[in-house]
């Protein structure tokens, strides 16, 4: 069975950081490409970033709204993936999700964690 | 960085009857168009990928279609259980967005 695990989630203050990790199992980590998305209350999805696999050289993608601040990272010998927010403003508030792609069929796949609910607030 | 763009922003529709929710791409992207489903309180869930490409489990009244710029997601027979937000994602290239969201209700 396929699960994403999310971690790290809380309250934190303006200008803080925070990491998250994606614990992942069921599936072949090193075959996938992991996603992160968000998702403030009330609003829409909006991608935030992702990290390739090895063979496509681990290359990361970033949402221009956290470029420069957050780093997505991944260990495939853990089967993990982290999220480093930095700099954190209170609009990045949300819950955050990751979510598989398969790098081998290059589609999305329907696993995703749960999600963990980070508060940006003083 | 290309645009998505889904109408309606919801809509309202009778059980029983056809829906169709647009997305549209400010620029082509071939066929790289999935489509979610998030009920409320949940986490979303695929239902089509490669734009018309059902995902495993997912009943046979939602179809998907379009390729380039224009996209359909089409429920034939709409069920009480279809209430929830629908989103589009495009994802040829980086960064993977998402339309605004559908917000389907029933009348």
């Known amino acids: 069975e396929v699960q994403l695990v999310e971690s790290g989630g809380g309250l934190v203050q303006p200008g803080g950081s925070l990491k998250l990790s994606c614990a992942a199992s069921g599936f072949t980590f090193s075959g996938s490409a992991m996603h992160w998305v968000r998702q403030a209350s009330g609003k829409g999805l909006e991608w935030v970033g992702r990290?390739?696999?090895?063979?496509?050289?681990?290359?990361?993608a970033y949402a221009a709204s956290v470029n420069g601040r957050f780093t997505v990272s991944r260990d495939d010998s853990e089967n993990t993936a982290f999220l480093q927010m930095n700099g954190l403003k209170t609009e990045d508030t949300a819950v955050y999700y990751c979510?598989?792609?398969?790098?081998?069929?290059?589609?999305?796949?329907?696993?995703w964690g749960q999600g963990t609910l980070v508060t940006v607030s003083s | 960085d290309i645009q998505m763009t889904q109408s309606p922003s919801s809509l309202s529709a009778s059980v029983g009857d056809r829906v169709t929710i647009t997305c549209r791409a400010s620029q082509g992207i071939s066929n790289y168009l999935a489509w979610y489903q998030q009920k409320p309180g949940q986490v979303p869930e695929l239902l089509i990928y490669a734009a018309s490409t059902l995902q495993s489990g997912v009943p046979s009244r939602f179809s998907g279609g379009g390729s380039g710029t224009d996209f359909t997601l089409t429920i034939s027979s709409l069920q009480p259980e279809d209430v929830a937000t629908y989103y589009c994602q495009k994802y040829n290239s980086a960064p993977l967005t998402f339309g605004q969201g559908t917000k389907v209700e029933i009348k």
């Open positions: 979510a598989r792609f398969d790098e081998i069929a290059l589609v999305p796949t329907p696993n």
């Open positions: 990290i390739r696999n090895k063979a496509n050289s681990y290359a990361t």
